[in-house]
């Protein structure tokens, strides 16, 4: 029995209302994760990787996105709507298809050096991307955290070549060292120039290859580093550490030349036990009594900065009063400025009384002209009364 088909938000591990860039995000964070470069041998990551590539193909595309979201993966099986089987796809080819998304000379995104896609410049490697959580308090303050993650770098002992100690790579005979050839069609009417598929464009080709990267020329290295957050960040906004990327492959630059890729630091904010965020602002929930809020008074509130703000009830606060406390917010992360502190009021009804307040209730109520429990009727026994 074949196995059951994995839901697409699932592999991304996205929700059903996430917008495109988010789709985006996910996809290249696990393409890179569970590359095979990255996982030499390692049948499962090459799996998750090619799985996470069809639900893209899907998600990432409106039309398909919609008929996947009514019908299932059936919906988008046949129909010329899903014509791609990434099972039996190479990695490169795969890689080639959404060149739009790592490719960073140029192109759309700026993720990562382009498999497939023309250079202009130097070659650049591919961007990384890992994730921090902080608290809310330490979004307000700026912080410097520690990031580990795992990256390809040049391979030590042929540095980059792929080349055995002791060889060098040799000049391609298809392409004479050029890194192109021309091919002819149309009986000789037009001519065009691609990548030698016999170097891949480097123009060189390795006979005798490198024992310890098997001529890839690069390896997984662990990487940590300190980055500084700023002060006033949000959920989900990236800090760009330039250069902390990946070299271009060696089938992508000649000669060694080219530029590192960039480190992406997506933030990630844990619930507040007080406060929600809404921009800049921060949105408290503020429970007062019934008498607070017939008297009046005051109430004292801590501020995201520790310190203490004292707001000012009036009398005959009602339920879902808001009060707006300036300058007691989140700092904006581009010029500094603060932002509010919104005060929500929900009073509380008592759930239990004591005697005397039991009794000093029932006197209010009489001054109110109000019939309360045990002695009321109840309010439908009325309605039904009045209109039998």
């Known amino acids: 029995m074949a196995a059951a088909q994995r839901d697409y938000y699932e592999v991304l591990g996205v929700q059903k209302t996430a917008d495109a860039e988010e789709i985006k995000r996910a996809y290249r964070r696990l393409a890179m994760k569970h590359h095979p470069d990255r996982n030499p041998g390692d049948a499962e990551a090459e799996k998750a990787f090619k799985e996470a590539a069809a639900a893209y193909e899907v998600l990432s595309d409106a039309e398909k996105r919609k008929r996947y979201d009514q019908f299932g993966v059936e919906g988008v099986r046949g129909q010329g709507t899903a014509s791609h089987d ?13 060149n739009d998304i790592f490719a960073g000379g140029g192109g759309g995104g700026g993720f990562g050096g382009g498999r497939g896609g023309r250079q202009r410049g130097p070659a650049r ?27 390809l770098d ?9 080349a055995k100690a002791g060889s060098k790579p040799v000049k391609c005979t298809t392409c004479d060292g050029r890194g192109q050839v021309q091919q002819s069609g149309m009986g000789g009417m037009f001519r065009m120039v691609t990548a030698c598929p016999s170097c891949g464009g480097r123009g060189t080709v390795i006979k005798e290859f490198c024992d310890a990267c098997r001529g890839k020329g690069r390896l997984p290295k662990n990487r940590k580093l300190t980055v500084h957050i700023p002060a006033g960040i949000s959920e989900g906004q990236m800090v760009r550490v330039r250069g902390e990327g990946e070299p271009p492959a060696p089938e992508e630059s000649r000669g060694g030349e080219g530029i590192r890729g960039d480190l992406h630091v997506a933030v990630r904010i844990k619930p507040h036990q007080f406060y929600r965020r809404e921009a800049d602002h921060l949105v408290v929930e503020l429970p007062i009594s019934c ?7 005051e109430v004292d509130l801590p501020t995201i900065d520790g310190k203490k ?12 009063t808001m009060f707006r406390m300036s300058g007691q917010g989140m700092p904006s992360v581009r010029d500094g400025k603060r932002g509010d502190m919104i005060v929500l009021v929900k009073v509380e009804v008592p759930k239990k009384l004591s005697a005397e307040q039991e009794r000093l209730l029932r006197e209010f109520a009489k001054t109110e002209n109000e019939t309360v429990l045990p002695e009321s009727q109840g309010f439908w026994r009325k309605m039904k009364e009045k209109f039998a």
């Open 86 to 98: 990434f099972n039996r796809m190479n990695v490169d080819d795969i890689f080639s298809m959404f």
């Open 125 to 151: 490697g591919y961007d990384l991307e890992t994730e921090v959580a902080l608290t809310l308090e330490e979004a307000f303050t700026g912080i410097d955290r520690d990031v580990e993650f795992t990256r």
């Open 154 to 162: 040049l391979c030590e002992k042929c540095t980059g070549s792929g």
């Open 291 to 297: 008498s607070k809020a017939s008297l009046g008074g």
């Open 309 to 320: 703000a004292t707001l000012t009830v009036p009398r005959g606060t009602q339920f879902g």
